[in-house]
C-alpha cells in the first residue's frame, strides 16, 4: 500500500537557518504530493503540493519538488523564522482505492530559536 | 469564505458511552474525510464521503461510523467509547479531486475518561 515515510525529527534550528525536511514516498500510479503544517492546538494547514512528476509547489518561502525518480519530495526553505516553529507532515494522495484519502507521514517537529 | 467548521471543539466523555461529531465542509466541497490523530498513531484514515456515499474506508473498528447529509456536512459516531480512541478528530473537506487538496478544520478533542 501507499507509504511516507519523513526524516527523524525533531530539528532544531537558529532564526534564518537553511531547513531541509526528508521526505520519500512509496505509491501506485501517479499520486499528488502535499505539505501540511500544524500549529499547537490547530487543525493542518496545507503549506503546499505538486500533483506530476518534476513540479515544484511553493508558498511563503517553502518549497519542495516532486521527484519521482527518487520517490521524493523534500521541504525546504532558505531562511526560517520564529513564527515557522510548527509540526510538518509529508502527504499524499493517491488513486484507485486510495481515492479520497491523504497517506501522511510521523510528521516532524520544527524549532526555531531567535 | 468560510474554512471547515467542526463541532464540538472539545469533549469528554465516559467509556461505553457513544459521541457524535459534526463537520460542515467549505462551500460547495462535496468530499468529506475523516482522520484521528493520535501521538502514537500519528494520523489515521478514518472514512471519506462524496455525495452521501462511503467511497473508501480505513482500517477501524465497526464502532467508528459516518454520514453524509445532502448539504455535504458530515457526522461520525463512536460507539461503545474506549480509553485508545481519545484523540484529535480531523476533518477535511475537498473540491473531490486528488489534485485540489484538502482544507482541514480545527478538530474535535475527545478524551474518553
Known amino acids: 500500500g501507499d507509504s511516507v515515510t519523513q526524516m527523524e525529527g525533531p530539528v532544531t534550528l537558529s532564526e534564518e537557518a537553511f531547513l531541509t525536511i526528508n521526505c520519500t514516498y512509496t505509491a501506485t500510479g501517479y499520486p499528488s504530493l502535499f505539505w501540511y503544517v500544524q500549529y499547537p492546538g490547530e487543525g493542518l494547514q496545507l503549506l503546499l503540493k505538486?500533483?506530476?512528476?518534476?513540479d515544484k509547489g511553493s508558498n511563503k518561502g517553502f518549497e519542495a519538488t516532486y521527484r519521482k525518480e527518487t520517490t521524493s519530495f523534500h521541504l525546504e526553505k532558505g531562511s526560517v523564522q520564529v513564527s515557522d516553529s510548527a509540526v510538518y507532515f509529508c502527504?499524499?494522495?493517491?488513486?484507485?482505492?486510495?481515492?479520497?484519502?491523504?497517506?501522511f507521514g510521523q510528521g516532524t517537529i520544527l524549532t526555531v530559536h531567535p | 469564505k468560510a474554512g471547515v467548521t467542526q463541532t464540538p471543539r472539545y469533549l469528554i466523555k465516559t467509556r461505553g458511552q457513544q459521541v457524535t461529531l459534526s463537520c460542515s465542509p467549505i462551500s460547495g466541497h462535496r468530499s468529506v474525510s475523516w482522520y484521528q490523530q493520535t501521538p502514537g498513531q500519528g494520523l489515521q484514515f478514518l472514512f471519506e464521503y462524496f455525495s452521501e456515499t462511503q467511497r473508501n474506508k480505513g482500517n477501524f473498528p465497526g464502532r467508528f461510523s459516518g454520514r453524509q447529509f445532502s448539504n455535504s456536512r458530515s457526522e461520525m459516531n463512536v460507539s461503545t467509547l474506549e480509553l485508545g480512541d481519545s484523540a484529535l478528530y480531523l476533518c477535511?473537506?475537498?473540491?473531490?479531486?486528488?489534485?485540489?487538496?484538502?482544507?482541514f478544520g480545527s478538530g474535535t478533542r475527545l478524551t474518553v475518561v
Open positions: 477535511a473537506s475537498s473540491l473531490a479531486g486528488k489534485n485540489y487538496g484538502y482544507t
Open positions: 502527504a499524499l494522495s493517491g488513486g484507485g482505492t486510495s481515492y479520497g484519502k491523504l497517506t
Open positions: 505538486a500533483t506530476k512528476a518534476d
